[in-house]
């Protein structure tokens, strides 16, 4: 059961535990399986973690606060997750994010606010901070014509941010 759930994709402890659980198993057998399957290298959270979060950060644009829920989803330790998520710094993550905003802003139409709040809305369910979200726009918007310039000029990122985020 489990190499063919491994042969689907990649998959932690976790996710094999709650397989073999849902078939009935004992607790001590599916211990018994997935330690061994973790002693010769068939599972690995770690790599799991690893893969999971440059796969996502670089394919779909998730940001480290998205990414630890899907780990945490997973099963993926919190201590596990953490080291995972530390290979996305500051910079790859605000660089990610205007990579977006510049790709979606290609297509976008309305007037500079309607804009401005689709692009921070879509990062925000991407899981960014306020901050870095509306930075992002801000700066990308700036960059695009003279009405959205003058739009953004306007904006005072920070104290935005901080409105949006109580822990900043």
């Known amino acids: 059961m489990c190499l063919r759930q491994l042969a689907v994709r990649p998959r932690t402890r976790a996710e094999l535990a709650k397989v073999l659980a849902r078939k009935e198993i004992s607790e001590e057998v599916i211990a018994e399986v997935l330690d061994r399957y973790d002693e010769v290298g068939i599972i690995d959270d770690a790599a799991f973690a690893?893969?999971?979060v440059s796969?996502?950060?670089?394919?779909r644009g998730l940001a480290r606060r998205a990414l630890a829920n899907e780990l945490r989803?997973?099963?993926v330790d919190a201590e596990v997750a953490g080291e995972a998520l530390e290979t996305v710094?500051?910079?790859?993550?605000?660089a990610t994010a205007?990579?977006?905003v510049d790709r979606k802003l290609r297509t976008a139409r309305g007037e500079p606010d309607a804009v401005f709040r689709r692009l921070v809305g879509m990062l925000a369910r991407k899981g960014y901070s306020a901050g870095v979200a509306?930075?992002?726009v801000k700066d990308a918007l700036a960059a695009r014509d003279a009405e959205a310039a003058e739009f953004a000029d306007q904006i005072d990122a920070d104290a935005m941010a901080s409105d949006a985020d109580p822990n900043s």
């Open 55 to 59: 796969s996502r950060h670089h394919g």
């Open 134 to 136: 509306i930075r992002a």
């Open 98 to 100: 205007r990579a977006l």
């Open 50 to 52: 690893l893969a999971w």
């Open 73 to 75: 989803q997973r099963g």
């Open 89 to 94: 710094d500051d910079e790859d993550e605000a």
